[in-house]
T-cell receptor
């Protein structure tokens, strides 16, 4: 089984541009989670989605950030008008359902660099 | 704020020795914990998990201990190998989202 797939692995954007990060969950997984990791730090939760629904977006900045997980296709994390502070590694994880006791499995992330 | 913390930022052990990585949590209602291993340039890799109705769980060369009285979690790695060198994170599941600690970097000396 293929694991969680994220692309691109590396993304460079200039200030003010848009960044789109994609995540395909593991086969059979319908729950997706996005996390952000700054250098030398742990991961910070951003948003939790199920197909076509946002379950919890408490960790996502109110402005410029949005996420979706459509019925067909990958989950997308979108950052509009990027700023230097958005530079980080963004990780996606998935689980079969949201049932407690099911570990989340992570992709290898997208490293976003803002010039 | 975060409810999970790690005691030491770095740990250096000799190859073949046992490693113990500690983690404290603050939410007494927490009932599911996971340990992840993260190598440079990669995503967190699931190692082992434990529910609060258990105090010990064993995997291959790894054991997780949970002490709910003092809200403490530990990961024990037996016969540590060079391939175990990585950053280890404990994480607490809160309603689906994971709350991660800062991580402990494990270095294995040959």
């Amino acid at each position: 089984n293929a694991g969680v797939m994220q692309n691109p692995r590396h993304l460079v954007r200039r200030r003010g541009q848009e960044a789109r990060l994609r995540c395909s969950p593991m086969k059979g997984h319908s729950h997706v989670y996005w996390y952000r990791q700054l250098p030398e730090e742990g991961l910070k939760f951003m948003v939790y989605l199920q197909k076509e629904n946002i379950i919890d977006e408490s960790g996502m900045p109110k402005e410029r950030f949005s996420a979706e997980f459509p019925k067909e296709g990958p989950s997308i994390l979108r950052i509009q008008q990027v700023v230097r502070g958005d530079s980080a590694a963004y990780f996606c994880a998935s689980s079969p359902t949201g049932t407690l006791g099911q570990p989340q499995h992570f992709g290898d992330g997208t490293r976003l660099s803002i010039l | 704020g975060e409810s999970v913390g790690l005691h030491l930022p770095t740990l250096s052990v000799q190859e073949g020795d046992n490693s113990i990585i500690n983690c404290a949590y603050s939410n007494s209602a927490s009932d599911y914990f996971i340990w992840y291993k993260q190598e440079s340039g990669k995503g967190p890799q699931f190692i082992i998990d434990i529910r609060s109705n258990m105090d010990k769980r064993q995997g291959q060369r790894v054991t997780v201990l949970l002490n709910k009285t003092v809200k403490h979690l530990s990961l024990q790695i037996a016969a540590t190998q060079p391939g175990d060198s990585a950053v280890y994170f404990c994480a607490e599941n809160q309603g689906g989202k994971l709350i991660f600690g800062q991580g402990t970097e494990l270095s294995v000396k040959p």
